[in-house]
């Protein structure tokens, strides 16, 4: 073989270059193509919910003014980063005295890392809400739940702090057409961090959802591996019938210190046929639930049986903010009383991030 | 015999090259052959923008209304990051999250 001159050996190299090029062109353009058009890169949020709340029990008003901040860092395609606060204050006069005192609490709900393994699993790792039922997951934050005040059986299965500290698998997939099956188990250690408490538990939920009637039906466990290493257990419903905007919501739960349920009815009245611009904006809420005493002393649950029903009325001057208020009476051995609530909740959104705002 | 190696290689290199081209261009054949005019196409488009979207309505519904009342659009980088957060928070399914998504950012 002859050997090339300079000139002929860099013009080899040109040709070569062109044709691989040349060669690459096509499948870069088949790459661009296959590219998810819908593929929106995620900004890190800030979102808050806050209210002011007051709270008639028995004749005492209690002002509790609330805020909720919560931000979400999104990393790459799979990992979220989200934690949520909460500064709540209870106001409320000292016998004998018109000045309001109380105390601002605060607490850490949750600081956790989330990992979307695939679409049958998300690693959760940090502290967390507890899955147990649907309250404290879903349906705590003052700017979604109808009725300001906790159901009796909240603290049920939540242990004492509503949160556990540790490891967590979720996830929600498709079981068969139109069938959905939602999973949540946990371990959580014990923490003594102010602010950041938790008992050493296991457990979890697990939830069968019908998107065609949108029916949501789950149970719940939990087990304490610590003191009197009790177990707890509750099922959850969730209705709202298509064709109605109406939401019907139940729990039960039962551990060593109680036992009880709740169940309640939301109607917005968007489909009202008179005075439907003022009506559409207004939700009419029902809550009745029984609470029955366990053998164990909780500071978190009454300790006498006792039955509450309460009717809400929702004003909704927007999706974000609206006005609440309630009418409740409370019947136990210790006294009947009547709880009254009043109050606006405001929920915002911001983006931490340039741009990501368009 | 020597310098026949070269055009060989050139001549595999080309080939090679011009496969895809020759794929992409036999599809777009099929695919003309096949697909409406490009009136009929708009329209087809159209019609499943519309199913997407009116899917994405319902899994909308379905989905977010288990807890709360329809929230109002953000914008799309923000409602990619809430979306996530609902993956994770409700347990949605990756199915869903996508319809919701695309439903949200229209």
């Excluded at chain 1, 002859?2 to 790459?31: G, I």
């Excluded at chain 1, 956790?112 to 690693?123: F, H, K, S």
């Excluded at chain 1, 939401?247 to 169940?263: C, K, P, V």
């Amino acid at each position: 073989m002859l050997p090339l001159s300079p000139n002929s050996r860099r013009s080899k190299r040109r040709f070569f270059a062109a044709l691989l090029a040349l060669f690459l062109a096509p499948v870069v353009h088949a790459q661009s193509q296959g590219q998810d058009s819908e593929a929106i890169s995620p900004v890190p949020v800030f979102t808050m919910g806050t209210g002011f709340i007051t709270t008639f029990e028995g004749g005492t008003p209690h002002l509790g003014p609330l805020v909720a901040p919560l931000i979400l860092v999104p990393v790459g395609q799979k990992w979220l980063f989200e934690t949520r606060g909460t500064i709540e204050a209870d106001l409320a006069p000292p016998p004998g005295s018109d000045d309001f005192k109380g105390s601002a609490e605060k607490s850490v709900d949750y600081v956790q890392l989330d990992y979307i393994a695939n679409r049958y699993l998300t690693v959760t790792a940090g502290r967390y809400l507890i899955p147990f039922g649907i309250y404290n997951e879903r349906l705590y934050p003052i700017w979604i739940r109808n009725l300001q005040t906790d159901p009796l059986i909240l603290p049920i299965g939540g242990s004492e702090y509503g949160a556990g500290t540790g490891a967590m698998v979720r996830g929600g997939f498709d079981l068969a057409p139109r069938v959905e099956l939602n999973y949540a188990a946990y371990f959580s250690a014990h923490s003594s961090v102010s602010h950041m408490e938790s008992d050493r538990s296991a457990g979890g939920r697990a939830g069968i959802f019908l998107p065609g009637p949108r029916i949501e039906l789950g149970g719940s466990f939990q087990h304490l591996l610590q003191e009197d290493r009790t177990n707890s257990f509750g099922f959850h419903f969730e209705w709202q019938p298509p064709p109605v905007p109406l939401d019907i919501r139940a729990e039960y739960a039962r551990s060593h210190d109680g036992s009880g349920y709740w169940i309640e009815s939301a109607y917005r009245l968007s489909q009202s046929p008179v005075w439907q611009s003022a009506l559409r904006h207004v939700q009419v809420v029902a809550r009745m639930q029984q609470f029955y005493a366990g053998a164990g002393e909780s500071d978190e649950m009454a300790d006498v049986d006792t039955n509450q029903f309460e009717f809400g009325l929702n004003y909704y001057f927007r999706d974000d903010m609206r006005f609440v208020s309630s009418y409740g009476r409370q019947f136990s051995p210790d006294g009947n009383e009547n709880i009254w609530t009043l109050g606006l909740t405001y929920r915002l959104a911001l983006p931490l991030w340039p741009g990501g705002g368009k | 015999m020597t310098a026949r190696r070269p055009m060989l290689l050139l001549a595999l290199l080309l080939a090679a090259s011009t496969l895809p081209l020759a794929g992409m261009a036999a599809g777009q054949g099929e695919a003309n052959a096949t697909n409406p005019p490009p009136a009929a196409s708009a329209r087809v488009q159209h019609e499943d923008d519309e199913n997407a979207r009116a899917e994405g309505e319902r899994r909308f519904h379905a989905n977010c209304g288990r807890c709360h009342q329809s929230p109002h659009k953000l914008p799309p980088r923000m409602m990619a990051t809430i979306v996530r957060h609902m993956r994770v928070r409700a347990t949605i399914t990756d199915e869903d999250m996508r319809l919701i998504l695309r439903y949200m950012t229209q």
